[in-house]
């Protein structure tokens, strides 16, 4: 049986009805990290790996949830909505948001299961926030667009999920088209959809198996230090209000001998943000090697400058870059574990599937996961068709 049929057949075995199917994809980012939260570029994509979710209305202001792969249950109401520390939270956490926001929503029961892989960086969590705004906003009619269910899923995992994150996992999440990558401006939520044109190349996605517990509050600690950067500029620039307003002129001639690491951590922010516009202009000219390589830089500046990477996958990496087939490798979203994201020569993927699981096992001793991976649509109902 399918992944779908199972999930109503389970939903209808639980609650004694017939759901509402959502699909809510992951993403992955292809430049751009670590700048959404510094009013920055990114350039991210919903992929072929989702949260999928059975949900339908109650007639009380009951909530009852189902984490299938879990095999785990929540049962709470509407009425105390705290936060468990549990996974019960991302579900919860858009559901206080939608409260607060004044939506008129009732109880509802909730049964999801998935493909993403757990610990990979891709997103699983704000793939299921989404869905389940997503979910709210048709079973009671809402009328949301999709950048305001975008904002209660961020606001739900900042407020009652307590992780200070960026709008791009969700954005991604919620807005993707497929064939598409987002280039998003983080500050005034513009974005364009560009056509990915990359004909004999796949995105290939690495997982190092790691997560290393400095995640989050490293997180925190990355975005104090551009904030700190910023306040000190501004005594020389009153007008700049983020690291998109700053230049590397700016950097060099005020920061860089006062405050080195606060330099080293703004410098990457702002070259970052440059080699977006620089591989935003590479892939319109199809220029997919030139791209490759601004990945690369990417990587270095994550490891060296705004050190959120970590050995394993500096050495995915190194591996990737020693293969001719490989155009251009980075690490992908916050860091200290997760995925690289590849782009490999179809015709080079099967000799580089070999080398990367061979040389990661030698140089770290751990087994690394291949995922490739295709750009798909946004969080949809999963019967009809996305239009935009
Ligand atoms: C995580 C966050 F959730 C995003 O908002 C973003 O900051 C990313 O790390 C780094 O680019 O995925």
């Known amino acids: 049986m399918d992944l779908l049929n199972q999930l109503t057949a389970s939903f209808r075995d639980a609650f004694h009805s017939d759901p509402l199917l959502i699909c809510s994809p ?16 990114v350039l991210p994509a919903a992929i072929d790996k989702a949260i999928y979710l059975a949900v339908g209305p109650r007639n009380d202001d009951e909530l009852h949830f189902i984490a299938h792969d879990l095999n785990k249950t929540y049962r709470g109401s509407l009425a105390n909505l705290t936060p468990t520390k549990t996974w019960a939270d991302y579900l919860l956490g858009v559901v206080a948001q939608f409260v607060l926001n004044g939506q008129p929503i009732r109880g509802f029961n909730c049964l999801f299961s998935g493909t993403i892989p757990m610990g990979a960086g891709l997103s699983s969590s704000a793939a299921l926030e989404n869905g389940v705004g997503f979910a709210l906003n048709e079973l009671f009619d809402l009328g949301l667009d999709r950048l305001t269910m975008v904002k ?59 997560k290393h517990s400095l995640v989050s509050s490293e997180y925190n600690t990355r975005r104090a230090e551009c904030e700190a950067g910023v306040r000190f500029l501004k005594t020389f620039y009153p007008e700049i209000n983020s690291l998109r307003d700053v230049t590397m002129d700016m950097l060099d001639t005020h920061l860089k001998n006062a405050e080195p690491l606060i330099y080293r951590r703004c410098a990457y922010v702002v070259q970052e943000n440059q080699r977006l516009l620089d591989g935003v202009a590479a892939l319109e000219e199809n220029n997919v090697a030139t791209f490759g390589q601004l990945m690369y830089g990417s990587h270095e500046g994550l490891s060296q400058w705004y050190e ?29 574990g997760g995925c ?27 087994d690394t996961y291949l995922h490739a991976c295709k750009i798909q649509n946004g969080t949809n109902l999963v019967s009809k068709a996305v239009s935009y």
Not at 26 to 41: P, S
């Open 308 to 336: 959120v990477s970590c050995p394993e996958l500096d050495t995915l990496v190194e591996i990737a870059r020693e293969h001719p087939g490989v155009l251009g490798a980075r690490m992908m979203g916050g860091g200290f």
């Open 152 to 210: 209660l899923s961020q606001r739900a995992e900042n407020e009652f999920v307590g992780a200070k994150v960026g709008i791009m996992d969700m954005f991604a999440s919620m807005m993707g088209k497929a064939d598409h990558v987002i280039k998003l401006d983080c500050r005034s939520l513009e974005y364009t959809y560009a056509p990915l044109r990359m004909d004999g190349i796949s995105i290939v996605l690495c997982d190092s198996r790691v």
């Open 26 to 41: 992951g993403r992955v980012n292809l430049i751009g990290e670590h700048t959404d939260y510094n009013e920055g570029f």
């Open 340 to 366: 690289t994201i590849n782009l490999v020569r179809e015709d080079a993927l099967e000799d580089f599937t070999e080398l990367i699981t061979k040389q990661y096992k030698a140089r770290t001793g751990k």
